[in-house]
T-cell receptor, first 112, second 113 residues
């Protein structure tokens, strides 16, 4: 199993540009989520999904969209990038609600 | 509101000594706590979890203690090794949804040779 994969590893955007961060898992996990991690802070939940076709907002959803058309994939879209979205983004998946979450390697995003 | 926090942002430990990392939480209704380890440049990795009906749980070289009276949990690492150098996070469910985890800011553990 590859586990949770994320692409790209690094990305630089200009303010106002849009892009999609990709996340995929091959463990047939129902639950997937996106977090951002900023210096000196823990991970903050952006959006999550409890299954294909079902998504919900986390703690900091503004400026981000998600969709879950398949069990495997959970892309995160930045519609109009802002410098405040400069962060490291992690995708995670788990088998069920109270099972451990497996994290991807992260995407380091810089918005200038 | 609910919050999860760690007492100290950094911890320096001599190789071979035991490490103790502390975490305070404010949501007395939380029934599940998790510890994650994050090495430099990598995603967080699950270490151990504990449910609120337990006071202690042991894993391989790690022990988590939960004190519900003072809303405190700790992670103990026995015989700390260089590979234990990382940032450690405690996390708890945010509100009534167990899947929405709330993370503390993390403690950076540095192991001295």
């Amino acid at each position: 199993n590859a586990g949770v994969t994320q692409t790209p590893k690094f990305q630089v955007l200009k303010t106002g540009q849009s892009m999609t961060l990709q996340c995929a898992q091959d463990m047939n996990h129902e639950y997937m989520s996106w977090y951002r991690q900023d210096p000196g802070m823990g991970l903050r939940l952006i959006h999550y999904s409890v299954g294909a076709g079902i998504t919900d907002q986390g703690e900091v959803p503004n400026g981000y969209n998600v969709s879950r058309s398949t069990t495997e994939d959970f892309p995160l879209r930045l519609l109009s990038a802002a410098p405040s979205q400069t962060s490291v983004y992690f995708c995670a998946s788990s088998y069920s609600i109270d099972y451990e979450q497996y994290f991807g390697p992260g995407t380091r995003l810089t918005v200038t | 509101g609910e919050s999860v926090g760690l007492h100290l942002p950094t911890l320096s430990v001599q190789e071979g000594d035991n490490s103790i990392i502390n975490c305070a939480y404010s949501n007395s209704a939380s029934d599940y706590f998790i510890w994650y380890k994050q090495e430099s440049g990598k995603g967080p990795q699950f270490i151990i979890d504990i449910r609120s009906n337990m006071d202690k749980r042991q894993g391989q070289r790690v022990t988590v203690l939960l004190n519900k009276t003072v809303k405190h949990l700790s992670l103990q690492i026995a015989a700390t090794q260089p590979g234990d150098s990382a940032v450690y996070f405690c996390a708890e469910p945010s509100g009534s949804n167990d899947y929405k985890l709330s993370f503390g800011a993390g403690t950076t553990v540095t192991v001295r040779a």
